[in-house]
């Protein structure tokens, strides 16, 4: 290597065990070099499609010993050459990809360096899936864009994602990964979002969701989780990235004219946790009125496609009746799911809320809406719809990443379906709102509370002036549904003298 080219050679030895069951035993060889430098300069081109498991969660590791702990795949500025090549080694492996979930024991991959297999492809996968969903997922979901990723190769990845979720499998192996990098995650502290979160904590917020909200969010309305995490205003302060704070910080402070354009672009083009081609626009979104893309996204946008819903959120209220929410299920999907079950149960959030069983005639015997809270209960809108048989689950559904995180929810009180925020609303007909707890109806007290959040009935004839506002900027107006008005059509029969009409 020559000593003026500004980099530096870390050689691995790698012993291959003797008791290793993938191979026949080896003596101690040299697997790779990884040449380290600024982030542009990391060798990404010396990681082949070839390489074995361990020289290639090695390469990555190095990334990280530096860091602080606890830290984030953003913070070790993966590279784009590096993230191509990860993602076609992974394309050229995808036969082991269940073996390596499931190899928990630990063996030497270096010296002084253990990790289990399942640690290894786990921190690996959980990188590309960082690297992938920061730059094409949106807000509100961020497995599709990996299994879009995944799909789009040479590969079987059904031992890590079934019907667009992750498997059992896979989560294991990624929390492994993660806890293994000492990455910043919120495994057995947040419930069902825990693994969504973690993923969102790697890079803090995506492209697509800073174009559509990021005026919003710096006017602290509607901000995502894992910013909130991030810059320390959360219960999980351990979490905080002062990295991140100061991006924050400093697109709040160019948004307010605090600080110059330079400065800010130079900050932003340091920070890892966006990558540079990205600066010059995040600096013109924050210059933006709030009210020019000020609008949440609907439940019906910016969500993958390829599959219909399992289910949806519906939502009855009848005049003066207790309000009533319940998951109606998607009847073909849950069929299609079933195969050849023949009993089938659905939880949410813990909790056994309905069961079909299959009949002699091979129809399904049970209800399509299921009310998912006990009556007496409080109500909250659900987070995770799990589809058993037989004691096994054959799918877990993340209704929040269906679209039910939203600020602001619209249902039409005569179907009690959700509609999107930009359709026509027809003051004639009864809507129901529900909306996180900083945004509100001027004049108008909620209904009722659920947690986090204000449900407000719109009762026909409603006022055509009705905005939702988030400390007192406007957030939302709806669009009103304009009709003509019935004509009057006056008719006069006559008939003639000593004629006798029948009508």
């Not at 990884?34 to 390489?51: F, H, K, R, V």
């Not at 990188?127 to 509100?140: D, F, K, V």
């Not at 693994?195 to 890079?203: A, S, V």
């Not at 996180?436 to 002036?465: C, M, N, Q």
Request: aromatic share 10%.
């Amino acid at each position: 290597m020559d000593a003026t080219d500004g980099r530096f050679d870390v050689h691995w030895l790698v012993r291959i065990k003797a008791d290793n069951p993938l191979r026949e035993p080896q003596a101690t060889r040299p697997v790779g070099i990884c040449t380290m430098g600024a982030p542009e300069a990391a060798s990404a081109y010396e990681l082949g499609p070839a390489m074995d498991l361990e020289p290639f969660f090695l390469h990555f590791l190095e990334r990280f010993e530096s860091l602080s702990i606890p830290r984030s795949v953003a913070e070790a500025r993966i590279t784009s050459r590096e993230a191509e090549a990860l993602s076609q080694w992974l394309f050229g492996h995808w036969q082991w990809f269940g073996f390596w979930c499931e190899s928990a024991a630990q063996i030497e991959v270096a010296d002084e360096i253990s990790a289990s297999r399942q640690e290894m492809f786990g921190a690996l996968l959980l990188i590309l899936a960082s690297e992938i969903c920061r730059g094409t997922s949106n807000e509100e979901a961020v497995w599709p864009a990996v299994t879009a990723h995944l799909g789009a190769g040479p590969t079987d990845f059904s031992a890590l994602f079934v019907r667009g979720q992750p498997t059992t499998a896979c989560k294991r192996a990624m929390i492994a990964g993660a806890r293994r990098l000492n990455l910043r995650n919120l495994i057995d502290r947040y419930g069902v979002l825990e693994y969504f979160e973690t993923i969102k904590l790697q890079f803090g917020f995506t492209r697509h969701g800073a174009v559509r909200r990021l005026p919003e969010w710096l006017d602290s309305c509607g901000t995502p989780v894992a910013v909130q995490i991030l810059i320390g205003e959360s219960e999980y302060g351990d979490l905080k990235a002062a990295s991140f704070s100061k991006l924050w910080k400093t697109l709040q402070d160019f948004r307010r004219k605090r600080v110059a354009e330079e400065y800010a672009s130079a900050i932003l083009h340091a920070s890892p946790w966006i990558r540079p081609e990205w600066a010059d626009e995040l600096l013109q979104l924050a210059k933006l009125r709030s009210n020019r893309i000020l609008r949440a996204p609907t439940i019906h946008e910016d969500i993958d496609r390829s599959n219909e819903p399992t289910c949806e959120l519906v939502f009855t209220w009848v005049d003066a009746s207790k309000p009533r929410l319940a998951l109606r299920l998607n009847d073909e999907m849950i069929r299609e799911l079933l195969g050849e079950a023949e009993e089938a149960e659905f939880v949410v959030d813990g909790r056994v809320i309905g069961r079909w069983y299959l009949q002699e005639s091979g129809e399904w015997y049970g209800k399509r809406e299921l009310p998912y809270q006990p009556e007496g209960a409080k109500a909250n809108l659900p987070r995770m719809l799990s589809i058993n048989s037989a004691g096994k689950v054959l799918e877990e559904v993340d209704l929040w990443e269906l679209g039910l995180r939203e600020p602001v929810l619209i249902f039409d009180l005569r179907s009690g379906s959700t509609i999107a925020l930009s359709a026509r609303l027809d003051p004639s007909r009864d809507y129901a709102l529900i909306c996180d707890e900083d945004l509100t109806i001027p004049g108008r007290p909620p209904s009722f509370k659920l947690k986090h959040r204000s449900v407000y009935r719109l009762s026909a004839p409603w006022s055509r002036d009705l905005r939702i506002v988030c400390d007192g900027v406007l957030y939302w107006q709806p669009r009103i549904e304009e009709r003509e008005p019935l004509r009057v059509i006056r008719l006069a029969l006559e008939s003639l003298p000593g004629e006798i009409v029948e009508l």
